[in-house]
């Protein structure tokens, strides 16, 4: 009898339990939930929400998640949830995890000091549409590739201005003719990349095949990192950049 009584008591909610249920539970699928209560079942988590009337979920609308896109990977937690107020921190990042979203490093938040809001990342998506490329660098000779984006202009400010929302880097590029401004070339790569084009998809029309292709493939990067790249992976690699190449002279001809 001591031990069954003792097995119930085991079972009784915590204090911290139910505060967790009570903060997390409108913003989390129950999945989400029992990450962050691994003793209690779905079954109970479900039935513990609805006796304490607590509601459950806030359905993910299309501009939710729109937003999601557009917010999560480059803008601090405060704008993204300005953006989407329905749901809580906990479960906008759960579903960003589900959507394969990515975020920057706090330290890149922090020490960022504008963000972008929605028609700055449409502007970015028209000006990367008209003077800008997204292509997969590298060679199976070297056995290393990498997703890099960038905007070549002669217009140093609006360059500037993109770097100052977004990070990167702006360099000179080429010769400039007598009489002509010099040519520069704002870039980012890799992650950053990933984040960028995550963002500003929604607003791509010339370059969004592109774009989907250098998200998959960053993403399948992302996860080969720290392991030994195979002669399958390098033809996968090879064979991904050989598809955006083609978009890419698609377009120019």
Same mark, same amino acid.
């Not at 001591?2 to 699928?29: D, F, H, M, Q, Y």
């Not at 997204?134 to 905007?151: D, E, F, N, T």
């Given at each position: 009898?001591?031990?069954?009584?003792?097995?119930?008591?085991?079972?009784?909610?915590?204090?911290?339990?139910?505060?967790?249920?009570?903060?997390?539970?409108?913003?989390?699928?129950?999945?989400? $939930? @029992?990450?962050?209560?691994?003793? #209690?079942?779905?079954?109970?988590? =479900?039935?513990?929400?609805?006796? +304490? %009337?607590? &509601?459950?979920?806030?359905?993910?609308?299309?501009?939710?998640?729109?937003?999601?896109?557009?917010?999560?990977?480059?803008?601090?937690?405060?704008?993204?949830?300005?953006?989407?107020?329905?749901?809580?921190?906990?479960?906008?990042?759960?579903?960003?995890?589900?959507?394969?979203?990515?975020?920057?490093?706090?330290?890149?938040?922090?020490?960022?000091?504008?963000?972008?809001?929605?028609?700055?990342?449409?502007?970015?998506?028209?000006?990367?549409?008209?003077?800008?490329?997204?292509?997969?660098?590298?060679?199976?000779?070297?056995?290393?590739?990498? $997703? @890099?984006?960038?905007?070549?202009? #002669?217009?140093?400010?609006?360059? =500037?201005?993109?770097?100052?929302? +977004? %990070?990167? &880097?702006?360099?000179?590029?080429?010769?400039?003719?007598?009489?002509?401004?010099?040519?520069?070339?704002?870039?980012?790569?890799?992650?950053?990349?990933?984040?960028?084009?995550?963002?500003?998809?929604?607003?791509?029309?010339?370059?969004?095949?592109?774009?989907?292709?250098?998200?998959?493939?960053?993403?399948?990067?992302?996860?080969?990192?720290?392991?030994?790249?195979?002669?399958?992976?390098?033809?996968?690699?090879?064979?991904?950049?050989?598809?955006?190449?083609?978009?890419?002279?698609?377009?120019?001809?």
């Amino acid at each position: 009898m001591a031990e069954v009584k003792a097995r119930r008591a085991w079972r009784l909610w915590t204090p911290e339990e139910l505060e967790i249920l009570r903060r997390n539970a409108s913003g989390l699928e129950t999945k989400g $939930l @029992q990450k962050l209560l691994p003793q #209690r079942s779905l079954d109970g988590i =479900d039935a513990k929400a609805k006796k +304490l %009337g607590i &509601s459950r979920l806030h359905t993910w609308t299309q501009a939710n998640i729109e937003n999601l896109f557009r917010f999560y990977p480059v803008a601090p937690q405060s704008v993204v949830q300005a953006h989407i107020p329905n749901h809580a921190w906990p479960g906008i990042h759960y579903k960003a995890l589900m959507l394969g979203l990515h975020r920057p490093p706090p330290r890149l938040v922090k020490k960022r000091e504008a963000y972008p809001n929605d028609l700055i990342l449409a502007w970015v998506a028209g000006f990367l549409d008209g003077d800008g490329y997204i292509y997969i660098a590298g060679s199976p000779v070297r056995r290393k590739y990498y $997703l @890099q984006v960038g905007i070549a202009n #002669r217009d140093k400010p609006a360059l =500037d201005f993109i770097q100052r929302y +977004l %990070g990167g &880097s702006i360099i000179t590029t080429g010769n400039s003719k007598d009489g002509w401004a010099p040519l520069y070339r704002w870039y980012v790569t890799a992650n950053r990349a990933l984040r960028i084009l995550q963002s500003i998809l929604p607003h791509l029309r010339v370059k969004r095949k592109q774009a989907e292709l250098a998200i998959e493939f960053q993403k399948n990067h992302g996860r080969m990192k720290g392991h030994i790249m195979t002669e399958e992976c390098i033809a996968n690699y090879k064979a991904q950049q050989q598809k955006i190449s083609a978009l890419n002279r698609y377009r120019n001809e």
